[in-house]
């Protein structure tokens, strides 16, 4: 299966400030996905990163708060805009190798917003 | 999507085999289940897929009657390491992301 890795793994920032998280896998994937997890909470899609293209969001996510890149198939970030406490969660990003394939998680990105 | 339905927590004592029953009526023709494994601070880990009858691998059994409409992941003599979060997720498998129900919380006792 693929290898996912996010940095940062957690960071501690300022209310107001914004940070980009990013997710870097080992082979050419078909889909990535970006998912948020709140404190003791299930995982909630944001969004589908989208090679080349704007990402696809889920309702409740908005572009401006929560801007994606993904410039090729192996490769994406998601930046948290503007934060406040609220946003205090784990950011996920997931993969589909193909489509025969079941999705795979990197370990997250804890954030914590003081 | 079809919405699963899974117990909130299970207890168990260890080398007892678990059962964790999910429960999906809409479940549509393309739609596989899928179970997810989540340990703190970690993100969720696959257990097994299928689609109907039975799936086995070397962690879990996965038992699906012939309505489909409902599912249930068997570990074999757990473990105080299988203390975690147990996801069932029903989807197409194909470019459609998974979207995640409560979960089950699983903790095992020694």
């Known amino acids: 299966s693929a290898v996912i890795s996010q940095k940062p793994s957690r960071d501690i920032c300022q209310r107001g400030t914004s940070l980009t998280i990013q997710c870097q896998v080992d082979s050419q994937v078909t889909m990535m996905f970006w998912y948020r997890q709140q404190p003791g909470q299930s995982l909630t899609l944001i969004a589908t990163a989208n090679q080349g293209s704007e990402a696809t969001y889920e309702s409740g996510f908005v572009i401006d708060k929560f801007p994606i890149s993904r410039p090729n198939l192996t490769f994406s970030t998601l930046t948290v805009s503007n934060m406040s406490p609220e946003d205090s969660s784990i950011y996920l990003c997931s993969v589909l190798t193909n489509s025969n394939q079941p999705q795979h998680f990197g370990d997250g990105t804890r954030l914590s917003i003081l | 999507l079809a919405k699963t339905t899974q117990p909130i927590s299970m207890d168990s004592y260890e080398g007892q085999e678990v059962n964790i029953t999910c429960s999906h009526n809409?479940?549509?023709?393309?739609?596989?289940i899928t179970w997810y494994q989540q340990f703190p601070s970690q993100g969720p880990r696959f257990i097994i897929q299928g689609y109907k009858t039975k799936v086995t691998n070397e962690v879990a059994s996965l038992f699906i009657p012939a309505d489909r409409k409902s599912s249930t992941l068997s570990l074999p003599r757990v473990s105080l390491s299988d203390t975690a979060v147990y996801y069932c997720?029903?989807?197409?498998?194909?470019?459609?992301?998974?979207?995640f129900g409560k979960g089950t919380r699983l903790s095992v006792i020694a």
């Open positions: 809409n479940i549509a023709t393309n739609d596989y």
């Open positions: 997720l029903v989807g197409y498998s194909g470019n459609t992301p998974l979207v």
